[in-house]
Every structure is written in structure tokens, then in C-alpha cells.
């Protein structure tokens, strides 16, 4: 398989996970616990405001992957087509 293959390969696994209804409604909650979590969190708490804060950029970090993966396969898909491989 070529890394061009390889990346349309991922790429459709990477939207499967993006369009998955039970793995984004774990991104929605886990959102949401993390936001009310440092919302009710006291202000003296900034060890556990700091965890909560790397949580949420961790959260975005992962869906950020997963597109970047989709976007990269695309390309893949375009190049391939471009080059008659598909």
C-alpha cells in the first residue's frame, strides 16, 4: 500500500470516529463535565483549575488530529486522482 493509499485508508477511518454519534456525544459530556467542573471550581483551586484547562485543550487536540487526518487523506485522494491511481 502506498502512503497515498494509506492516508485514504486513514483518512476514512479518521471520519467514521468524526461522524461516530457515541464518540462525539463522549466529546459533548466530557466537554461539559470539564467546563462545569472548573466553573464550580474555587478560584484557590489553580492545580485543579490547570488540570481541568489541559483536559479541555487535550480534547481539542484529539478531534484537531482526527480532521487533520481526514484533510490529509483528501489531499491523498486528490493526488491519486490527479495521477490516475483512482
Not at 502512503?3 to 459530556?29: G, I, K, P, V
Amino acid at each position: 500500500m502506498s502512503d497515498l493509499e494509506t492516508d485514504s485508508a486513514r483518512a476514512d477511518h479518521a471520519s467514521r470516529l468524526l461522524n461516530d454519534e457515541l464518540l462525539n456525544e463522549a466529546f459533548e459530556t466530557l466537554h461539559a463535565r470539564f467546563n462545569e467542573a472548573w466553573i464550580s471550581s474555587p478560584s484557590r483551586d489553580v492545580e485543579g483549575r490547570e488540570v481541568l484547562w489541559l483536559s479541555q485543550k487535550l480534547l481539542t487536540q484529539i478531534r484537531a488530529h482526527l480532521i487533520s487526518v481526514l484533510e490529509t487523506g483528501q489531499m491523498a485522494e486528490i493526488e491519486m486522482s490527479r495521477r490516475g491511481l483512482r
